[in-house]
């Protein structure tokens, strides 16, 4: 990877990261921010989807993925982050558009969690975070892939564009909890 694209990744961690702590900052001033959700955005494929921040732990740009062998193939190992195990899941490919990333490049993870399991999300580019009231989120679009319609919780317009919310307890789900691809 070229110290271009590393320097560009840094920056773009690093304003998703500043964005986030304004957020952030924004929510103990305000006093309707029960009223608002937040959501982290980004791109899987060609589309746009997005996830709570409440379910967002960090960022990666960096990490170095340890195969697993008999495991599902939306698993492409694991990564150790400060001592902890985890997961790295292709999004893409669990909800069945392909695969994240650019050949010979490493792809952004998010490492989302809820209160039992983490993993980190490997997707193709981060975005910004984005505030919106509570109402703002709508019921997922019908018109949605079915393979993809079980890891969306609900949509959003983000600038005239559908944003799908990924459902990350779905996500999170044992792979022997249900049916996936």
């Keep these: 990877m070229s110290d271009s694209v590393v320097a560009h990744l840094n ?11 304004a957020s ?12 608002r959700v937040a959501l982290l955005l980004f791109r899987v494929g060609v589309e746009w989807y997005a996830v709570g921040v409440e379910d967002v732990r960090e960022i990666y ?3 170095e993925v340890t195969p697993v062998p008999c495991v599902p193939d939306f698993i492409q190992g694991v990564v150790n982050i400060r001592g902890e195990i985890l997961s790295v ?4 490919k669990i909800m069945g558009l392909g695969t994240a990333g650019v050949e010979g490049q490493q792809p952004p993870a998010i490492v989302v969690n809820n209160h039992d399991v983490a993993t980190a999300m490997v997707v193709d580019e981060i975005g910004d975070i984005i505030e919106l009231p509570q109402g703002g989120l709508e019921a997922p679009v ?4 079915r393979g993809q319609a079980e890891f969306v919780s609900g949509s959003v317009y983000v600038e005239g564009t559908l944003v799908g919310v990924v459902n990350v307890d779905r996500v999170l789900e044992p792979v022997g909890g249900s049916s996936r691809h």
């Design 11 to 21: 920056q773009t961690a690093e304003e998703v990261l500043s964005q986030r702590a």
């Design 24 to 35: 952030l900052a924004q929510e103990a001033v305000d006093e309707n921010a029960g009223d």
């Design 61 to 63: 740009q960096e990490y």
């Design 89 to 92: 899941t292709d999004l893409a």
């Design 142 to 145: 019908s018109i949605i892939d």
